[in-house]
């Protein structure tokens, strides 16, 4: 019973899984080594296999079978079915961490129908089996658990989700893992589909296709913005020919639109500045246009979830006034306006602003504006009283104190 495995998960707690999985379904499981061999075994092998292992298939055929449909699950990280030599279906899952298998369970043998002639036909053609051994198959093979198509595919699930919590990393790798996969393939689709129509390369259909996914933020639906994020970036990609500085470019600019959507939906604004310092950072110095792509789909559902998720979404007076701010962070408004605006006192907003956001309101309209700054300071040539203008500030010297104090570093440095 040693094994490395054991190290990761207790023994016993393996086993009272699979204990609940045998008395739930009446199937044999079994825990195998990264090798095949048996660790432990919950139930009683079928006397169909036994005879069949007798007349017609060695164990170490159905063992190398085991052993590759446990490296097959391990591939896809999560339940793989699969039928053996002799037409029975079982179900492989693999243990494992960071890529490396620890160990499979196996699940079965069932059928998913009732056993005929055919079964056992196929056997008897392909060996030398005579007719009573056939018919004493045959007889065993009623013992065989039958599961039909669709419990099989709903205890496959099951025991994904008995068994991923085992090692829970792991669990969050594959997951971004698939998520990656599904993205890329996503993103690719939509590049082909451009690819074979006549579509026209303009700034017009980009800004329709911006403005559809911008619309579709703000109701917070996830998947849709995904969906659409997708097609956005294949049009990106195919009407660029896949520059990179452009598809950098619409990246930044696509992310700091999303961040004030978020912080307009009632995300709190401290985590949106945050993960938006760390994605321009990133994709700045990104040459790989792929993992552009991922980062603006990583930072994009990073913003939705922060919006959805968010406390203060339903305080309409506080999601007005971020609002208000949104639209007019270059004007010269103060928290006695933004108060006006909101129909509150200035003492009372002032203080159900700072409990309901986590800062003060001089504090956030100050991150917004340089958080737009940083969008001029990346994609144009200012200069740096322009863009402490351009952004609200009344002065340059102001500017760069305040992008300091915020960001840790000087206007100019992050430029560079």
Do not use: W
């Not at 164990?59 to 039928?83: V, W």
């Not at 609002?323 to 159900?352: C, D, H, M, R």
């Not at 800062?359 to 001029?376: M, P, T």
Request: charged share 20%; proline share 4%.
């Amino acid at each position: 019973m040693n094994s490395i495995l054991f190290s990761f998960v207790p023994a016993q707690r393996i086993k009272s899984i699979l204990e609940t999985l045998h008395n739930y379904t009446d199937l044999t499981l079994r825990l195998l080594d990264p090798d095949g061999k048996l660790m432990m075994l919950i139930g009683e092998n079928p006397n169909y296999c036994q005879k069949l292992n007798h007349f017609a298939f060695s164990a170490s055929d159905c063992s190398t079978l085991q052993k590759k449909s446990a490296y097959q699950a391990n591939r896809l990280g999560e339940a793989y079915i699969f039928t053996c030599h002799a037409g029975l279906n079982y179900i492989a899952y693999s243990i494992a961490n960071r890529g490396e298998m620890l160990g499979s369970i196996l699940i079965g043998p069932f059928l998913m129908d009732k056993p005929d002639s055919t079964l056992i036909s196929t056997i008897t053609d392909k060996f030398s089996i005579t007719p009573a051994q056939a018919l004493d198959l045959y007889d065993n093979s009623q013992d065989i658990p039958i599961l039909s198509p669709d419990k099989t595919g709903y205890l496959s699930k099951l025991v994904n989700d008995l068994l991923m919590p085992l090692l829970p990393a792991e669990r969050a790798i594959l997951l971004q893992t698939h998520e990656k996969l599904y993205q890329q393939s996503r993103l690719n689709e939509a590049i082909q589909m451009y690819k074979g129509q006549d579509i026209p390369n303009s700034g017009s259909v980009l800004y329709e296709k911006e403005q559809l996914l911008l619309t579709k933020a703000r109701t917070g639906n996830k998947q849709e913005v995904m969906d659409l994020l997708n097609d956005y970036l294949g049009y990106v990609l195919f009407s660029e020919g896949g520059k990179i500085e452009a598809v950098r470019t619409r990246a930044i600019e696509l992310a700091i639109l999303l961040s004030r959507i978020s912080i307009e939906g009632g995300a709190r604004p401290e985590s949106i500045y945050e993960l938006s310092s760390k994605f321009l950072s990133l994709i700045s110095q990104e040459e790989d246009f792929e993992k552009v792509c991922f980062l603006l789909q990583d930072i994009t559902e990073n913003y939705m979830n922060a919006m959805t998720g968010s406390s203060h979404k339903g305080n309409p007076y506080i999601r007005h006034a971020l609002q208000y701010i949104a639209a007019n962070y270059s004007k010269p408004i103060t928290v006695e306006s933004a108060a006006q605006e909101t129909g509150l006192s200035t003492n009372y907003f002032s203080k159900l602003f700072l409990d309901t956001v986590g800062i003060s309101f001089r504090e956030h309209l100050n991150r917004v504006r340089v958080e737009e700054s940083k969008q001029l300071l990346l994609l144009t040539d200012y200069t740096m009283t322009d863009i402490a203008l351009s952004v609200g500030f009344s002065d340059q010297s102001y500017f760069c104190r305040v992008f300091h104090r915020i960001t840790g570093i000087t206007p100019g440095q992050f430029r560079k």
